[in-house]
């Protein structure tokens, strides 16, 4: 069956039924493979993308769920908080196995655009869903620190642009 989602910007025409796992589109359908497949039950995050801005698991939802709505995976993620979780892993050296890793960045992310200063209760919150299995989450934990500490700059060097520019 023909259906229009709106992946990574675009409206895509895909061919799945309305009960498909999200996962299995992206991954089978339109080679999305940065988004993984870990345990199909929703206990892993490694299958984590944003719906509407909101880390969701895509192995257990349902075509049917995303139609009206926007689905960012891994490949399409943008923005300051994205560019600063990614540069805070690079920096940090998160990765491990790296199987993980795209959703714990997805996770991360979605943490940092509506917290710009996550305490580490915040950060396991927002990530209690994701499990490492090379158990890296001291670094992973210290990266979103890192990304935080990048925003608070960006927003300071705004500020003071747009400062400069009012006076």
Known sequence: ?????????????VQAEPDT????????ELGLTGTKFGC???LCGACTVHVDGEPVRSCVTPLAAVESRAV????GLQGRAAEAVRAAWLKLDVVQCGYCQS????AAAALL????????????AALAGNVCRCGTYPRIRAAIHAAAALLAVAARDDSDLHARRSS
């Open 21 to 28: 796992p999200l996962l299995w589109m992206l991954r089978a």
């Open 72 to 75: 960012t995976t891994i490949e």
């Open 1 to 13: 069956m023909a259906r229009t989602i709106r992946i990574n910007g675009k409206d895509t025409a």
């Open 103 to 106: 959703g714990q960045i997805m």
């Open 113 to 124: 655009a509506r917290n710009f200063r996550p305490t580490d209760a915040d950060i396991d």
């Open 40 to 42: 199909g039950a929703a």
